[in-house]
């Protein structure tokens, strides 16, 4: 099984700052890998797929790049709506795993 | 507006079984593979199952080979989970999730249920 390891595992950010959450792969994943958002007590939700792809809907300030083994997820200005569990998932083989998640707090 | 609804889970003892549903409308139901996942009380997201958009293909997680099973209704717009033999670390909210890969198998997970809660304890 490929594992998946998020740093972070939390991370406190004031409004407006540029946050960063690594992910990586302990086998190459190519660009097989996506990020999801969870707010306390909901669903996970969808923010990123094939690495760097925004899903339809999801504001401009979240992006995502890296490929192979290392990957990068960016808040370019945080809002307050952004607390959050993250969690990065590779679908390369199954099975599909998540990382531990990373969760960000507001400063 | 499409959406996935869980029904099904409760407070159950160990060694019993339970049947989850998910209910989907809004969207083409029968071209979508479909996943359950998991999440222990303050833990982390983990995948479970999924089945493909014509119900030919399952996979399973280890951790429950053997002792769930994955099936959906294309008439029903329905997906099941099966889960025989429960134990304690069974315990979780159950997602049901659509994914984006029509006629695929796995890719993201793009539209996810509320969840429902299965607590398995003696």
């Known amino acids: 099984d490929i594992q998946m390891t998020q740093s972070p595992s939390s991370l406190s950010a004031s409004i407006g700052d540029r946050v960063t959450i690594t992910c990586q792969a302990s086998q190459d994943t190519s660009n097989y890998l996506n990020w999801y958002q969870q707010k306390s007590g909901k669903a996970p939700k969808l923010l990123i797929y094939d690495a760097s792809t925004l899903e339809t809907g999801v504001p401009s300030r979240f992006s995502g790049s890296g490929s192979g083994t290392h990957f990068t997820f960016t808040i370019s200005s945080l809002q307050p709506e952004d607390i959050a569990t993250y969690y990065c998932q590779h679908y390369a083989s199954l099975p599909i795993t998540f990382g531990q998640g990373t969760r960000l707090e507001i400063k | 507006q499409a959406q996935l609804v869980e029904s099904g889970g409760g407070v159950i003892q160990p060694g019993t079984s339970l049947r989850l549903s998910c209910a989907a409308s809004g969207f083409t139901f029968s071209i979508y593979p479909l996943h359950w996942v998991r999440q222990a009380p303050g833990k982390g997201l983990q995948w479970v199952a999924v089945?493909?958009?014509?119900?030919?293909?399952?996979y399973y997680a280890d951790s429950v080979k053997g002792r769930f099973t994955i099936s959906r209704d294309n008439s029903m717009n329905t997906l099941y989970l099966q889960m025989d033999s429960l134990r304690i670390e069974d315990t979780a909210v159950y997602y049901c999730?659509?994914?984006?890969?029509?006629?695929?198998?796995?890719?993201?997970?793009?539209?996810w249920g509320q969840g429902t809660v299965v607590t398995v304890s003696s």
């Open positions: 999730a659509r994914d984006r890969a029509m006629f695929g198998l796995v890719n993201a997970l793009d539209m």
């Open positions: 089945i493909s958009f014509d119900g030919t293909n399952k």
